[in-house]
């Protein structure tokens, strides 16, 4: 059985700053691309950063330079350090390992990758 889950999530002003966790069990995040994901009502899922197994990292153009994603493997664990937060940050935050698509969806599972319940951060 796989699980994700998410900790970390709260409410901040701008330009303040929040480091989210990814606790993995059922998988090992060291042969796994981990990605993080967000959704704000109303909103498609989308994209926010992701780390291979091999230790690359790529961030969407919207938090390049602001967050830093980072892997754990003694602890299997994935972070997601956000600096710099802005209103348009906020969102749901959903981890997912070796994901096919954005789905947002904790729910899917196997060849569409593991997600997350996700974690709300709230910027104003």
């Known amino acids: 059985h796989v699980q994700l889950v998410e900790s970390g999530g709260g409410s901040v002003q701008a330009g303040g700053s929040l480091r989210l966790s990814c606790e993995v069990s059922?998988?090992?995040?060291?042969?796994?691309?981990m990605s993080w994901y967000r959704q704000a009502p109303g909103n498609e899922c989308k994209w926010v950063s992701s780390?291979?197994?091999?230790?690359?990292?790529e961030y969407a153009d919207s938090v390049k330079g602001r967050f830093i994603i980072s892997r754990d493997n003694a602890k299997n664990t994935m972070y997601l350090q956000m600096n710099s937060l802005k209103p348009e940050d906020t969102a749901v935050y959903y981890c997912?390992?070796?994901?096919?698509?954005?789905?947002?969806?904790?729910?899917?599972?196997?060849?569409?990758?593991?997600w997350g319940q996700g974690t709300q951060v709230t910027v104003s």
């Open positions: 780390t291979s197994a091999f230790g690359g990292t």
């Open positions: 059922g998988l090992s995040v060291d042969d796994s691309s």
């Open positions: 997912a390992a070796d994901a096919s698509a954005p789905l947002c969806d904790a729910d899917v599972g196997g060849d569409l990758g593991y």
